[in-house]
């Protein structure tokens, strides 16, 4: 299993996800913010505050992504429905 190693939150709502493989995902979740799951990310301040456990990306136990929703984020960005 690909454990994630850090997460490192960037401007414009986008969030370097580093793996324990020495890979790295950019996740954006500017277009997820009008979201009831997402939406709390809104608040800079509060996504800002993004950590890892090695299995879940959290924001203050209020917020979490599994490393294989990670994955499957990822992909929805570079394969976006029509």
């Known amino acids: 299993m690909i ?3 850090s ?3 960037k401007s414009g709502y986008r969030l370097e996800v580093q793996l324990a493989n020495g ?3 950019i996740l954006d979740f500017s277009d ?3 979201t009831v799951r997402f939406g709390l990310l809104a608040d800079k301040a509060f996504f800002r505050r993004a950590v890892t456990d ?3 990306v959290r924001w203050d136990n209020k917020i979490e992504i599994s490393v294989s929703e ?3 984020l990822a992909q929805k960005e570079k394969f976006p429905s029509a």
Do not use: C
Request: proline share 6%; no cysteine.
């Open 32 to 34: 997820r913010l009008h």
């Open 54 to 56: 090695g299995d879940f």
């Open 23 to 25: 890979s790295s995902i």
């Open 70 to 72: 990670v994955f499957q």
């Open 3 to 5: 454990r994630i190693k």
């Open 7 to 9: 997460v490192i939150p």
